[in-house]
């Protein structure tokens, strides 16, 4: 079992560049994938940006050039540096990893960020 707890939400101000960050639980093994969802309110969960062992990054449309996801070399962490932000930012937040080939099977609690002056 694998537990994933994130930091770093909270109330920001539009522009702004907080980061977020997620550790897990495990140091026995190295997670193939971890990545970062959001969930705003009223909508439907979304994937925000994944990363791989080695380094292959995957972003959302409305992130890129915006966000910036990345792993320590020898960590179970995942960081989720977010630049320039907007009030459509606002969301929770989720890490989450990926044991299996198909999906996300851990997930953590999430942390909210609002966006807001």
């Known amino acids: 079992q694998v537990q994933l707890v994130e930091s770093g939400g909270g109330l920001v101000q539009p522009g702004s560049s907080p980061r977020l960050s997620c550790a897990a639980s495990?140091?026995?093994?190295?997670?193939?994938?971890m990545g970062w969802f959001r969930q705003a309110p009223g909508k439907q969960r979304e994937l925000v940006a994944t990363i791989t062992n080695g380094g292959p990054t995957n972003y959302a449309d409305s992130v890129k050039g915006r966000f910036t996801i990345s792993r320590p070399n020898a960590a179970n962490t995942v960081y989720l540096q977010m630049n320039s932000l907007e009030p459509e930012d606002t969301a929770v937040y989720y890490c989450?990893?990926?044991?299996?080939?198909?999906?996300?099977?851990?997930w953590g609690k999430g942390t909210l960020v609002t966006v807001s002056s």
């Open positions: 989450a990893a990926k044991t299996t080939i198909t999906y996300f099977n851990y």
């Open positions: 495990t140091t026995s093994f190295r997670i193939p994938t």
